[in-house]
């Protein structure tokens, strides 16, 4: 859940769109007026926006919570409401080229600010695979 408290937004492609509206049992309609903050028109949604095809949908943003600002889906334990559906972007992080290039961004992306090894000045723990 750590990854789901970091700024940035979430991206979802239509087919992760598609398949998170459909774990929660939702109309992609009604899971975009729930959870999306903003969408990409697509050509087919642009030619005609009055006549847009049921299930049509372009790249999507996640909203934000707004008490904290962390992932719409985390859950009150930390846990992910679409885990089986989550978008790749989740579901690869932290392992993406730009944080994996070197020590300095990996270090400066796993690890919650003010953390440090223990035993230095500032007590925590790195991010792991673990969590």
Known sequence: ???CKTRGDVYMSPTETKKAAKLLGLSVADFKAQYVEEEEVTVTMSLDPEQIPEGETGWTVLR???????CIFLNDEGLCNIYEARPIQCSTYPFWPRIMANREAWNSEVRLEGDSPEGTT????????EG
């Open 1 to 3: 859940g750590k990854c």
């Open 64 to 70: 934000h919570k707004e008490e904290d600002g962390s």
């Open 122 to 129: 500032n007590e925590g723990e790195y991010w792991t695979i």
